[in-house]
């Protein structure tokens, strides 16, 4: 039976979305954190896309944002010039990491001991959290400004890209091992554990990559040039968003499209899958974030699948439960002038 996708639409933001991170499962679930050029990181929960608090202390626009495994810290990454952790729990500030320039990604460790971080300074910093006041160690070596840093191979290892060039870097001796060069400006970067695969995409290329020696594995060519893709936990399916506000789904062996909708008022800056597969986000240039199912029509977080009559030659189509409130059906993405893409929500910390 055909079924049709029904996204979560996460307002609150007033600018354009540029980066999302999902936690890994925890006892109390799992949690999304989002990046936004009005300067407020929100925490939501994962599933729901309930917002539960505002990180609210930068001066600028936040470009990057992290969550650890278990949810407890975050971690921005800014236009002010600095990074900084939080308690994710309380929404207080722990520490701020001057820079020398704008802050683009960060990255913790498995165990949140250390912070990552990358910018437009070319310059990697590796932060020690339990000694706040030592100076970070600092690796060089790229020739433009940092977009992405990623730990790796059980943080024994670096990910980073800058404008044309992804490395691999080794932790303990701080020297770089290999590195990739493309003919176009690299616009993402996800790495996957599990199998140890990059993901990295740039102009219409979604390319998969050997994490450990960055040797290609596939590449798939979107119709549009595309900002970000994400690989499905069981290298099932991968999705990708990009400039013409489109969501793309893939079968990741075969290549085929399964999917491709209009997903956003404006382009798509980043789209991840959730830790358990059953969903993905992707934020965007409209200021929302929204949650899609990655098997349409399954019950799961806000969604029951509800069957139409019999013979009605209706579609079927997902509800969403809004708890404690009357339940209603959510129509196809709002109208473009809707104000409630840009509704606010109220800025409370954590």
Wanted: hydrophobic share 35%.
């Amino acid at each position: 039976m055909a079924m049709r996708q029904t996204p979560l639409t996460c307002s609150g933001h007033t600018r354009p979305v540029v980066d999302l991170a999902f936690s890994g499962i925890t006892p109390y679930g799992y949690f999304l954190i989002s990046a936004c050029k009005d300067g407020k990181p929100m925490l939501r929960q994962g599933d729901t896309g309930d917002w539960i608090g505002t990180f609210l202390g930068h001066k600028g626009a936040v470009w990057g944002a992290t969550l650890n495994k278990d949810a407890t810290k975050a971690a921005t990454a800014a236009a002010d010039f600095t990074a900084k952790v939080w308690d994710a729990v309380s929404g207080d500030e722990l520490m701020t990491l001057a820079h020398k320039h704008i802050v683009k990604t960060v990255d913790f460790t498995q165990d949140s001991n250390y912070l990552l971080t990358g910018g437009q300074d070319k310059l990697l910093r590796i932060y020690d959290l339990n000694k706040p006041e030592a100076d970070p160690k600092e690796i060089s070596g790229h020739t433009s400004g940092i977009k992405k840093a990623l730990w790796c191979s059980e943080d024994k290892q670096i990910l980073s890209a800058d404008d044309k060039t992804v490395r691999l870097w080794d932790h303990a001796t701080m020297t770089e091992v290999k590195s990739l060069n493309f003919n176009m400006s690299v616009s993402s970067m996800e790495y996957i554990p599990e199998g140890e695969i990059l993901v990295i995409t740039y102009g219409r290329s979604i390319a998969f990559h050997s994490a450990v020696s960055l040797d290609p594995i596939k590449s798939f060519e979107a119709p549009a040039t595309i900002n970000s893709a994400s690989l499905h936990p069981e290298k099932e399916f991968l999705v990708a968003g990009g400039e013409d506000f489109k969501l793309y789904k893939y079968d990741y062996n075969s290549g085929e499209e399964l999917e491709s909708y209009k997903g956003h008022f404006g382009p798509i800056h980043c789209v991840r899958f959730s830790p358990d597969g059953e969903l993905y986000a992707s934020g965007s240039e409209d200021g929302t974030l929204r949650l899609w199912q990655t098997v349409v029509g399954k019950t799961y977080g806000l969604w029951k699948c509800v069957l139409p009559e019999e013979d009605s030659g209706e579609l079927a189509k997902p509800k969403i439960n809004f708890p404690e409130t009357a339940e209603e059906e959510l129509e196809e993405i709002a109208s473009e002038n809707s104000d409630s893409i840009y509704s606010s929500t109220p800025e409370v910390k954590a």
